[in-house]
C-alpha cells in the first residue's frame, strides 16, 4: 500500500457517503422503533445489525481503496465465476422466504448473492472491455459482452428476482456506451427489446409479476392485497410535505402501515418524516456521490479503471432511480433496495466495496484534472 496515494483520497466522495448513511440510520431507526424493545443493546435490532454492517463496510471500503484497482484486472474472471457459482449455490442451500431463494445463511449474516454478482460482472465485463480496446465496436464483441451479463441475470431471474435481474442489462449498457459499441447496435437491441416486451410479458412473467403490474397501474383493485404498499408509501411521502412531521414522529411507520419500511419502501419514511428538503438533501447526496464517482472515470489512467468507475455509477444511479420511483408511483414494486439507506448487510457492503474500487482509481489516476 503506497502512502502517497492517500493524498489523492476523493473526501468530497467520502463525506457524501457518511452523509448518506447517516439518512439510512436514521431512516432505519425511525422504521423499526415500533419493533425495537427497551432491553439492552441485541443482535435483533434493526438499526444496531445496519450500524456493525456500516462499520464493516467502510473498513473494506478502505481496504479496497487501498489496493491498487489494477490487481483486480488478473482477478476479475475468478471473481466473476465465484459470483456466479454462488447464485447457483442459492438453488441448492439457500433460504426460501415468501416463495423466492435469494440467501445464502453463513450463520453470523445472510449473504445475497446477487448483490455479489453486480460487483463481480461490473467487473468482468470491465475487463472484457479493456482488453478489447478498439475492437469495441465490432458486432461479435458486442454479443460475447452481452453473455457476461445475461448470465447472472437468468440466474437471478430464475430465484425469482426480477427487480435485480433487470440491472444486470442496465449495467451492461451503462458500460457498453462507455467502452465505444456502436450505437447502431445499441438502437437494434433496444428496439428489439422493446418490440419482445409483448412475448415477455407472456412468456416469461410469473402470475404475481404479472398481478405487481396490474396493481401499479391501479393499486385500488386490490388496496387490502397486492395494492396496500403502493398506497401508504404514497400516503407517508406526500404527507411529509415541505419540513416533514420529524423525526421519530411518523405515523405510516410508528403504527404500522407501511410494510418492510426498512427496506423497500425506506424513503417513503424518509419522506413523511424529513418532508421535501429532506429528501432534496439525500438526493443531493447522491448527486456528488455519482459526480465525483463520474470524475473518477474521468481521471483515470486507463480504460480498466474508467469502464469499473462507469458500472458502479450505473447501478447506484439505477438504484436510486428504480426504488424511489418504486415509493411514489412512478414505477411497479421491484424490491429494489436504496443504496447505502435501507436495511441489508450483504447490499450495503457489496456497494461500499464498489466505492472502494472507486476510490482506488481516484487516488491512482496520472495527473490531478481537477
Known amino acids: 500500500m503506497d502512502v502517497k496515494t492517500w493524498k489523492h483520497f476523493d473526501f468530497v466522495l467520502m463525506l457524501a457517503v457518511l452523509g448518506i448513511l447517516g439518512f439510512g440510520l436514521a431512516g432505519i431507526n425511525s422504521a423499526t422503533m415500533a419493533q425495537q424493545s427497551s432491553a439492552a443493546i441485541s443482535w435483533d435490532s434493526p438499526v444496531i445489525r445496519q450500524t456493525i454492517y456500516v462499520a464493516l463496510g467502510l473498513s473494506l471500503m478502505l481496504v479496497v481503496a487501498g489496493t491498487d484497482y489494477q490487481s483486480y484486472n488478473n482477478f476479475a474472471a475468478v471473481i466473476y465465476a465465484a459470483s456466479i457459482l454462488s447464485l447457483l449455490a442459492v438453488f441448492i442451500a439457500g433460504l426460501e422466504a415468501h416463495g423466492a431463494r435469494r440467501w445464502i445463511d453463513l450463520g ?8 455479489v454478482a453486480k460487483v463481480g460482472t461490473i467487473l468482468a465485463l470491465a475487463k472484457f472491455f ?18 457476461i ?15 435485480s435481474a433487470v440491472l444486470f442489462p442496465i449495467i451492461w449498457l451503462g458500460m457498453a456506451i462507455m467502452a465505444g459499441v456502436r450505437v447502431v447496435y445499441i438502437g437494434l437491441l433496444m428496439s428489439l427489446s422493446v418490440l419482445s416486451l409483448p412475448a415477455v410479458y407472456v412468456l416469461l412473467l410469473a402470475p404475481y409479476m404479472q398481478d405487481r403490474l396490474a396493481t401499479f397501474v391501479d393499486p385500488t383493485r386490490d388496496p387490502l392485497g397486492s395494492g396496500y404498499n403502493i398506497i401508504q408509501s404514497e400516503i407517508g411521502v406526500g404527507s411529509g410535505g415541505l419540513l416533514g412531521k420529524g423525526l421519530l414522529n411518523g405515523t405510516q411507520s410508528r403504527l404500522q402501515f407501511l410494510r418492510v419500511q426498512n427496506t423497500d419502501f425506506i424513503f417513503s ?14 438526493f443531493s447526496l447522491f448527486m456528488v456521490l455519482l459526480f465525483r464517482s463520474l470524475r473518477s472515470a474521468m481521471i483515470s489512467r486507463d480504460s480498466f479503471g474508467r469502464l469499473i468507475a462507469t458500472g458502479v455509477v450505473v447501478l447506484i444511479i439505477s438504484q436510486v432511480f428504480i426504488n424511489v420511483g418504486v415509493n411514489v408511483r412512478l414505477l411497479p414494486v421491484t424490491g429494489i ?3 447505502l439507506v435501507s436495511s441489508g448487510g450483504t447490499s450495503l457492503m457489496a456497494t461500499l466495496i464498489a466505492l472502494g474500487m472507486v476510490q482506488s482509481i481516484a487516488m491512482r489516476h496520472e495527473k490531478p484534472k481537477f
Open 108 to 115: 453470523f449474516i445472510q449473504v445475497q448473492p446477487s448483490e
Open 130 to 147: 479493456s482488453d478489447r480496446e478498439g475492437r469495441c465496436g465490432e458486432f461479435k464483441v458486442m454479443l460475447a459482452s452481452i453473455s
Open 149 to 163: 451479463a445475461v448470465l447472472p441475470a437468468l440466474l437471478v431471474y430464475i430465484q425469482p428476482d426480477l427487480g
Open 269 to 282: 419514511v424518509l419522506g413523511e418524516e424529513l418532508g421535501f428538503i429532506g429528501a432534496i438533501v439525500l
Open 337 to 339: 433496495p436504496l443504496p
